[in-house]
Nanobody, 124 residues
Framework: QVQLVESLGGSVQAGGSLRLSCANSRRTFGHYNMGWFRQAPGKEREFVAA????????YYADSVKGRFTISRDNAKNTASLQMNSLKPEDTAIYYCAATASAAIELRGVRYDHWGQGTQVTVSS
C-alpha cells in the first residue's frame, strides 16, 4: 500500500521560494508516476506538475511553468516540488499524488493515492 506524507508548507512573501516534499512511507513508488495538485479556497483542485516514474519526463501547468520544478528520488522514495518566484495566486493547499498509470496524468481522478495536503500561503 502506498502512503504519501507531505512535508509542511509555509508562508512566504511574493517572490520567495518554498520546497515541498512527499515521501512514501510504506513501499517503493519507483513504478508510480507522481503529480502535484493544489486547491485554493473556493476553487476546484487543479493540476500543477507531474513526473514519470523514471524522472525522465515532466509536465507543468502553464501557470507554474518556468517557476516550479518537480523532481523525484526513487532511492529515497521521495518526490519534491521546488517553487520559486511565488505569487499570491499560488496560495493553496498542495497535494502530492501517485498513479499506477503508465502515462503522465493531468486529471486528479487518474491518481490512486493522495497525500494529506499542505498549506502554502504567499503574501503580497
Amino acid at each position: 500500500q502506498v502512503q504519501l506524507v507531505e512535508s509542511l508548507g509555509g508562508s512566504v512573501q511574493a517572490g520567495g521560494s518554498l520546497r515541498l516534499s512527499c515521501a512514501n512511507s510504506r513501499r517503493t513508488f519507483g513504478h508510480y508516476n507522481m503529480g502535484w495538485f493544489r486547491q485554493a479556497p473556493g476553487k476546484e483542485r487543479e493540476f500543477v506538475a507531474a513526473i514519470s516514474w523514471s524522472g525522465d519526463s515532466t509536465y507543468y501547468a502553464d501557470s507554474v511553468k518556468g517557476r516550479f520544478t518537480i523532481s523525484r528520488d526513487n532511492a529515497k522514495n521521495t518526490a519534491s516540488l521546488q517553487m520559486n518566484s511565488l505569487k499570491p495566486e499560488d496560495t493553496a493547499i498542495y497535494y502530492c499524488a501517485a498513479t499506477a498509470s503508465a502515462a503522465i496524468e493531468l486529471r486528479g481522478v487518474r491518481y490512486d493515492h493522495w497525500g494529506q495536503g499542505t498549506q502554502v500561503t504567499v503574501s503580497s
